[in-house]
């Protein structure tokens, strides 16, 4: 006898018994993976037994191209996708014919052929992408929705809350589905929250929220369902609240011991595959026949796949591949503009006009941050563009800087192109951990491309204190798979913003904000390119080379201007990552002196790793040690005195003679 209740109203015989093979499925492999786990065959496995129910019914109520973000314990979604198990095998083995390559563990991988885009250990991340991919549908007008999981603790993570929010402010179908089942690694729901209900948090979003029962089968896929139909509808999210038990440790080897055992007893009687088979078998759907029938089937499938999967060959590594993949393939050589007709406009023009051409030239490019809409900006790069392109292409953001890049990387998915703006580059902290691990790693984990330009207005010089001046270049050259785009001219600010928008990878584009209205020249009025990775060689000289990019640039040829006296070989950098070395070692060889100049402070900062590099692989050319020019390795302070101490400025001449003089 089944304990549960199953009202199967709706529902032929046909699609129970496909929704009863599904269930089966993820319990048969994962006891085939706890058995592997014992003998020493697998190396970790986080077990989703007990919640089957939620995955698999959330999955069968979605229409196949509709995207899914599961978790650590869906196995189900990646099941009842139909992804072949051999390859899933192949995945857990680390294999090279698994889903990435063998470069990522247990379920964090995707697949854009089954629309599952998979998980980040963070969990939280998962949420706002689904908001990208909503937006997508809602912007597409297609009657489609996004699930994202989230466990009861992951409920407690920032990312929910941000994620929960945009899809309530800009009503987006998207159905966020929490896994309630009471612990969060040993931490029980009493630690993690004192709501009654996680989905009493609904209606502080504004959106609808259900709690229900995640081990019924039938309550899931109809709850889904009809959630998915609310939220095409309506075009509103929802959250769903199932409540479950986690039947085994946080992964097999961490233990339950900190588990009541009567839980154990109590929800072992609530087993959602147990019960519904005693369901189906009251009712006569499901004969013992029928059941050993479709569980032969699938052991054999699992017998096949582990096989498959233990003859493949351990991968190889092979360098060149792994360098090649941390990108996604791009022609970026220079397009050149139509005409030799320029205007004289000032920097922050410059990346106006770029971004302007870049909306007018491709129709699936959408502007976020915050207050961009109708008040242009907090520097009024996008002044009248919600006029020219409408505001569903250029959109006010709520303040929630991670939601808007997992937007933004969701977006990407979906074929889409998005330029986010960070109102000051300060404030990327908050948005740091879709940036750093989501944007930056997603094409060399499973090849899906983030189509992403962060724009980052930076730097020091006006007395903005610590949080609106800093120069935080070198968090992000430090991390494989982003660009690092950072201009210091007019016309390289408007190529190079054409030029990362072009490019399908993630790309970090720094505006000094000095620069803004201080620097004006010609800018070609046509649609450009500058080339990213390549330097300028701003001014040849013979005696000093001094490497620098931003508003340091300007420093420098101010100061050559002031000291004829001495040949100065001036390169701008344009871009931190790549670098360009082959521009950098030309320059050494001119001078044999080489100054590394920036605003970063020294510590850390680029400069660090272009000197290490030229003495490695320069040395021969040198007549001096390479010499570093940065600000001090102190916070930015406030008052312009101390501000003007701060920064390098103050000690170019120190630098450049100190450098003479060996
Ligand atoms: C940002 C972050 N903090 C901590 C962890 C470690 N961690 C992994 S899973 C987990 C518990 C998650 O609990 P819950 O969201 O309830 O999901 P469940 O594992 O119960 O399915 C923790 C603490 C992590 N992966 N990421």
Redesign the pocket.
């Known amino acids: 006898m089944s304990a549960m209740q199953f009202d199967k109203s709706g529902f032929d015989n046909d699609k129970l018994l496909e929704l009863y093979i599904e269930l089966v499925r993820p319990r048969m492999i994962e006891e085939k993976m706890l058995v592997l786990l014992r003998q020493g065959k697998i190396s970790k496995w986080?077990s989703?037994i007990g919640?089957e129910a939620i995955a698999v019914g959330a999955t069968m109520a979605l229409d196949s191209d509709e995207y899914v973000m599961p978790?650590?314990?869906n196995l189900g979604v990646f099941t009842a996708r139909k992804m072949p198990f051999d390859k899933l095998f192949m995945q857990w083995q680390g294999k090279k014919d698994g889903y990435s390559k063998a470069r990522e563990r247990s379920f964090h991988f995707g697949a854009n052929e089954y629309h599952i885009c998979g998980m980040i250990?963070?969990?939280?991340p998962q949420l706002a992408i689904a908001d990208g991919i909503a937006l997508a549908h809602k912007l597409k007008k297609e009657d489609k929705v996004s699930v994202a999981f989230?466990?009861?603790?992951?409920?407690s993570?920032g990312d929910f809350h941000e994620a929960l929010n945009v899809a309530a402010v800009w009503g987006l179908p998207v159905i966020f589905i929490i896994?309630?089942?009471?612990?969060?690694?040993s931490?029980p729901s009493n630690e993690?929250f004192v709501c009654k209900q996680l989905a009493d948090r609904a209606v502080g979003y504004g959106m609808a929220g259900i709690t229900i029962d995640g081990n019924n089968i039938l309550d899931v896929y109809k709850a889904v369902k009809e959630a998915r139909e609310y939220c095409i509808k309506e075009q509103k999210p929802i959250l769903i609240e199932c409540m479950t038990f986690?039947m085994r440790g946080?992964e097999e080897a961490s233990g339950v011991k900190y588990v009541p055992k009567e839980l154990f007893e109590e929800w072992g009687k609530k087993d959602p595959v147990a019960n519904f088979e005693a369901f189906l078998l009251e009712k006569s759907i499901l004969s013992q026949y029928l059941i050993k029938d479709i569980r032969d089937a699938i052991q054999k499938e699992i017998e096949e796949g582990i096989a498959k999967g233990f003859a493949a060959p351990p991968v190889v590594a092979d360098t060149a591949e792994e360098i090649k993949d941390v990108y996604a393939p791009h022609n970026g050589t220079a397009i050149q503009p139509a005409t030799t007709v320029t205007t004289d406009m000032k920097f922050i023009n410059a990346i106006s006009e770029g971004l302007r051409q870049s909306m007018e030239k491709h129709e699936n490019l959408v502007l976020m941050g915050q207050d961009i809409a109708e008040y242009g900006g907090a520097f009024k790069v996008t002044e009248g563009f919600m006029a020219q392109f409408g505001k569903d292409r250029v959109r006010n953001t709520p303040l929630c800087e991670s939601a808007i890049v997992g937007t933004a990387l969701g977006l990407s998915i979906k074929g889409f192109k998005s330029m986010m703006e960070m109102q000051f580059a300060d404030f990327v902290t908050v948005g740091f951990?879709q940036i750093i691990n989501n944007l930056a790693k997603i094409y060399y984990r499973w090849g899906q491309n983030a189509d992403v330009v962060i724009r980052m207005p930076t730097g020091a010089g006006v007395g903005a204190g610590p949080f609106h001046s800093q120069s935080n270049e070198a968090w992000f050259t430090h991390t494989p798979g982003l660009k690092v785009v950072y201009p210091s001219t007019p016309e390289d600010a408007k190529g190079l913003m054409i030029a990362a928008i072009e490019d399908p990878n993630p790309v970090m584009f720094f505006e000094h904000k000095m620069l803004y209205r201080s620097i004006t020249g010609a800018v070609p009025n046509d649609y450009y390119t500058i080339e990213i990775g390549k330097a300028r060689l701003v001014q040849q000289g013979s005696d000093v080379s001094i490497i620098t990019y931003g508003s340091a640039v300007h420093w420098a040829t101010d100061y050559a201007a002031q000291h004829a006296d001495t040949s100065f070989d001036i390169v701008d950098l344009r871009t931190l990552l790549p670098l360009d070395y082959e521009a950098i070692r030309a320059s050494v060889k001119r001078t044999g002196k080489v100054l590394v100049l920036h605003e970063d402070c020294l510590t850390g900062g680029i400069g660090g790793e272009i000197a290490a590099w030229i003495s490695e692989n320069c040395f021969e050319l040198l007549d001096a040690p390479v010499i570093r020019c940065a600000s001090l390795d102190t916070p930015i302070p406030f008052a312009i005195e101390l501000e003007q101490n701060f920064l390098a400025k103050g000690r170019l001449h120190q630098s450049v003679q100190k450098l003479i003089a060996y």
């Open positions: 986080f989703g919640q978790l650590h314990r250990s963070h969990l939280g989230s466990g009861d603790g992951g409920t993570e896994e309630n089942n009471g612990y969060g690694l931490t993690q986690r946080h951990n």
